[in-house]
């Protein structure tokens, strides 16, 4: 394991704003439920040394064909020599995912 270097700075109280090597995140929490931009993971501490995690991103579970079908009902070209991140994103960016 390498040594990691990141820096949170806090815009307001529950907002801030992730600053690493792989990029720029959000995050915000409102009591025990907290939300990351990046990894779109929302997380809720519950009392005791529980806490419940949810994966909110539908690429996570897809094959890279479930996200090919999907591009080609939306009608969408140059999709098919994209990876699956890739074709994850362009998706998003058409509010697809």
Known sequence: ???RLKKKIKLFPGLSLNLSKSGISASIKAGPVSWNSRSQKTSVNLPGPLSYQSNSSKAKGATKADL???????GLSGYSKLKKQELAALLKQHSLL
């Not at 090919?68 to 939306?74: E, G, H, L, Y």
């Open 1 to 3: 394991m390498g040594l």
């Open 68 to 74: 090919v079908n999907i591009a080609r009902q939306a």
